[in-house]
């Protein structure tokens, strides 16, 4: 970067922070100042350059040029470490895997769908209560008395054949 470009540009420091180095024309470093997470404007840098100085980004950083609406930013040395589980790696599924999904899919699926049942049963229920029987109410005082069937009425009897013949 040069001296005439810092007043359109804005440093983007990463999560680590970033370092801004001037360089002379010969290579050698003159100063360098270190920048916390965040936008920062390159602006006050421009009285502490020469001429023919320029700046250079160490670390996670990028001057974005606030003029242009697109950007693409370089992802740095530090960008892949997330903190995330470092032994991930995205695979496919094997079929093991994919026939447990299947499982699990149609099992909450058949549960859901009892579920469904027993509360629409609930709902029947509640909406249509049983009919009244005629019942009797007991109270505490009263006993009850065996109920014995009535005798069937006996039917006539046949006569006995010997009967008939000794009546003749």
């Known amino acids: 970067m040069k001296k005439n470009d810092l007043g359109r540009l804005r440093l983007l420091a990463g999560l680590k922070g970033c370092e801004i180095e001037c360089i002379d024309c010969d290579g050698v470093v003159r100063w360098s100042v270190g920048y916390l997470p965040g936008v920062h404007y390159l602006d006050p840098l421009g009285p502490f350059m020469g001429p023919r100085d320029e700046l250079r980004i160490n670390g996670a950083g990028y001057a974005l040029d606030r003029q242009s609406r697109v950007a693409a930013q370089s ?88 009967a008939q013949g000794a009546a003749e």
């Open 75 to 162: 992802y740095g040395e530090m960008a892949v470490q997330s903190g995330a589980n470092p032994d991930f790696c995205p695979q496919r599924m094997d079929e093991a895997e994919r026939r447990m999904r299947n499982l699990l899919y149609a099992v909450n699926k058949k549960e859901k769908r009892l579920q469904r049942q027993l509360e629409h049963a609930e709902r029947l229920a509640k909406a249509s209560p049983a009919p009244a029987s005629d019942v009797s109410v007991i109270d505490e005082g009263d006993t009850l008395e065996p109920v014995t069937p009535a005798p069937e009425p006996a039917a006539p009897a046949a006569p006995d054949d010997a």
